[in-house]
């Protein structure tokens, strides 16, 4: 593949994968969250596809695929039925729009999406002595790893829906990922395996976890959460 | 050149002065027809100036020297600024003074000029429209600066004339990320400054949501055609200029009359596309709350940070 098209298609898989990230914190469905969170998975394995491409390694490639089907097939499949479980059981109650939506977060949303260009700021600034190591285009984008990263961390601090709080979760699976992909390009096939067998589990188990969440209070904001029982 | 440079400017000027009020009737005509009305035509906002311009002028009691030097301040800044900014010719003689933050300024000075007219009038309805237009305005001039500022750095210059030649000279620096994330955070800028659909509704006067209308609520007679073709050719002006920074094909770039005069006819139809994009948009879009509304300037000023950082990480071919 020749070089510039090779760099410019990756700044753009990159730069679609960070925009996902900040729009899970502007809007509040937590359908169309979802949604972004497919198109994220989408943008990583044509990241990890083109990574693969450009330096010739057909289980690179392979790992793209199945990452791609992951995490744009199954894991948003999955919170979708998670969903559409929850809003189903609801709607007796005429209380389905707000268990479908993150209505307040902890933070606002305006305050939250300047937070994200202060972490956007902060990778750049932490990732420039890496990126001086070894400047390639693959190796300049890594602040985009570390920024999904932070973005995921604050998503996990600051929304209230236990649904939202997976797709924080699976946010900073998403930016460690891509971190690994643009430092290293990819990891041994058994350690991506590995990992994403792990994350697949970590959703099933948080499935189930919010429904039962649903099932004792009849509701899924983790705020009810306050004490633990045996 | 220096002749057909003059021209250009003469040009860009007259372009947005006529075209403005044919502007916005052709988007007003488009959205009519969308919504299954006959529509008024396309040459209605001229009429309207035409009957406002030949009455009495009349200002309200207690008005100071701000009420009435808005309006010819707000139309004198948006004349200069369609001069500078290169909407026909980044080769005239003024682009070299065509800085970026001078655009931005003079543009900011005609919102403030109205604010104040707003405030002197001393009614609450101005007050509130000032302080709605202030709030609006602090979020949304550095906005504009930002996403061009993402531009400007592949430029290495924040010149626009010089930004558009070196986009046309290569074309892969819009597709970039820094480019595509600049573009959206511009228009919603453009949304905003221009008082359009998701922030503010021109063709309303319901007290409770406007914040333009509200401003120039005690005008009336000749100021009022002022102030009407003013932001209709603010309106037009950063069309124009969102067009010539992201669609920038068909300026011209060298001194030639033939060059200029494709320029036009591009520029004409850039501007009915985009209109035409626009008013179809609004049929479909609702206002947003005004609570609402920092949150979407919050969202655009950040998509033009993130095109800033991700035009230092993402540096394109290189």
Known sequence: MNGGLYTQLLDLACGLFLLAAVLVLWVRELAVIVRIFALQGIALAALAVLLGAHEQRWDLIGVGIGIGLLRAGVLPYLMRRALAAITADRQRYGTAVAESRETQPLVNVAASLLTAALLTLLAYAVARPLTELNPTPATRALPVGLAVVLIGFFVLVTRRRALAQVVGFLLLDNGITATAFLATSGVPLIVELGVSFDVLLAVLVLQILTTRMREAFGTTDIDDLRELHD | ?318
Request: avoid cysteine.
């Open chain 2, 1 to 318: 050149m220096n002749a057909v440079g003059y021209t250009a400017v003469a040009g860009q000027i007259v372009a947005v002065t006529a075209g403005a009020p044919l502007l916005t009737g052709w988007m007003r005509q488009v959205r009519a027809r969308l919504e299954g009305r006959a529509g008024a035509g396309v040459l209605q906002p001229w009429r309207d100036a035409r009957k406002l311009l030949r009455k009495e002028p009349i200002t309200p009691a207690g008005t100071g020297p701000a009420f009435r030097a808005a309006p010819a301040l707000l139309v004198a800044t948006t004349v200069v600024t369609a001069a500078l900014v290169p909407l026909l010719s980044t080769d005239t003689p003024v682009s070299g003074h065509a800085d970026l933050i001078v655009v931005v300024s003079l543009i900011a000075l005609g919102t403030l000029a109205l604010a104040l007219a707003g405030l002197d009038t001393g009614t609450a309805f101005g007050g509130m429209g000032a302080s709605r237009e202030m709030t609006v305005a602090a979020l949304v001039e550095p906005t504009i600066l930002l996403s061009v500022f993402a531009l400007s750095i592949p430029a290495g210059t924040t010149n626009i004339p010089a930004i558009v030649t070196g986009a046309v000279d290569e074309p892969a620096r819009l597709a970039s990320p820094a480019g595509l994330l600049a573009v959206a955070a511009l228009a919603v800028a453009v949304l905003a400054e221009t008082g359009r659909i998701p922030v503010d509704n021109p063709s309303t006067h319901l007290e409770l949501t406007m914040i333009h209308e509200a401003m120039v609520l005690e005008y009336a007679g000749p100021d009022l055609a002022l102030v009407e073709l003013g932001a209709q050719m603010r309106l037009t002006l950063l069309l124009g200029l969102l067009s010539s920074l992201f669609v920038p094909w068909g300026i011209a770039t060298t001194g030639s009359w033939a060059a200029l005069a494709v320029a036009l006819v591009l520029l004409a139809a850039k501007l009915v596309l985009l209109g035409a994009v626009l008013a179809a948009a609004e049929v479909f879009w609702a206002k947003v709350r005004l609570f609402r509304v920092p949150e979407l300037l919050a969202g655009s000023f950040l998509l033009a940070l993130l095109a800033v950082t991700a035009s230092y990480f993402l540096t394109g071919a290189s």
